[in-house]
């Protein structure tokens, strides 16, 4: 908690400091695009609010491309668009990890300064990742559940498969959840398919078809309502036999549950930090200085290895729920 405060702090003091600049319409000419799958959801508007407040304090323009369903070949074209305007930087977030390397290395071939965050594309010749150290935020995750249900912890995940971030996140739940509960099990894997209603579905049967489960982490941000809906299905959404639920999300919905012990628990990222942290990188990487980036010739420098912008548990009664329940604005 007051380690995400300090960083909202931190960041709205480098907004002010830089404010000034501003007037000085450093970069009036210049547009930066992010790529989101999934366009209009709360976390991209996170992300996005986070990249046009960091943009506007050098007068830089923005641009939000990307589908409105979880389609990765739709982000690929949305690159390729930002590509033929030249727009000065690009950031994506990767609905597939493989999808978006042909639209990553064109852009980089093009001279536009790419990088991925929220969702990696590690093949790719992007320049780096921004975004949560997904390892780690399983990690916690799975060592939450682990404290709070021993070793009789018996795991279902929902998941969808291809995506280096999920992928990383259930390695770092599996060995968190060992670590402190080593009699602990995962007992199934679905793929909800980034759906809620999916995610309904298939995580209803999987608890009928498995009743020994007593706890569902959820890899991503979509399926935490329909697991909460599934628990209800089977009738173990209260009482001894209930189902814990740790979800992957800090929109409203999935705050007001956790806030109401409807859920155990929410992995809550910084999404608002990773926009703004990914447009000064873009922003450093536009605008080379005397001493060139040594990994990408021609290009501004960035660091070379991937910014954790950090996770926080969110349990019932936390104050950072309050803070949260405003979504942000996007102008």
């Not at 959801?41 to 996005?48: D, L």
């Not at 074209?77 to 990767?94: H, R």
């Not at 309502?225 to 628990?231: D, E, F, I």
């Not at 990188?281 to 990408?296: E, I, K, R």
Request: aromatic fraction near 8%; include cysteine; glycine fraction near 10%.
């Amino acid at each position: 908690m007051r380690k995400l405060v300090k960083i909202f702090a931190l960041f709205l003091a480098v907004a002010v400091g830089v404010v000034g600049f501003a007037g000085n319409a450093l970069a009036a000419d210049e547009t930066y695009g992010m790529v989101v799958f999934l366009k209009g959801s709360e976390f991209f508007n996170w992300c996005y609010a986070g990249f046009q407040d960091a943009a506007a304090t050098v007068g830089a323009k923005t641009e939000l491309q990307g589908p409105a369903d979880w389609d990765a070949s739709g982000e690929a074209k949305a690159v390729e668009q930002l590509i033929a305007k030249q727009v000065k930087g690009i950031a994506v977030t990767a609905g597939d990890a493989d999808t978006l390397v042909a639209s990553i290395n064109a852009a980089i071939a093009a001279k536009i300064p790419t990088l991925t965050f929220d969702s990696d594309s590690p093949k790719s010749n992007r320049m780096l990742f921004v975004g949560t150290n997904n390892y780690n935020s399983g990690y916690q995750a799975g060592k939450a559940l682990g404290k709070a249900l021993g070793d009789k912890a018996r795991v279902g995940i929902s998941m969808i498969p291809g995506l280096d971030s999920i992928t990383h996140r259930i390695a770092g739940f599996t060995a968190g959840l060992a670590e402190v509960a080593p009699g602990a099990k995962i007992v199934a894997q679905v793929n909800d398919e980034g759906d809620v209603v999916k995610a309904e579905t298939v995580l209803t049967a999987m608890l009928q078809a498995n009743p020994e489960i007593n706890a569902i982490f959820c890899g991503h941000g979509n399926p935490g309502t329909g697991a909460v809906k599934a628990t209800i299905n089977v009738g173990r959404d209260k009482g001894d036999n209930k189902v814990n639920v740790c979800a992957f999300a800090l929109d409203v919905p999935i705050l007001e549950m956790v806030q109401n012990d409807e859920l155990f628990a929410t992995v809550a990222q910084n999404p608002y930090l990773m926009g703004v942290e990914s447009f000064w990188q873009l922003y450093s990487a536009a605008h080379p200085t005397q001493f060139d980036n040594p990994n990408f010739h021609g290009f501004g420098n960035v660091p070379t290895s991937d910014l954790d912008t950090g996770v926080n548990i969110i349990f019932k009664g936390d104050p950072l729920i309050d803070a949260l329940l405003t979504p942000p604005t996007i102008k």
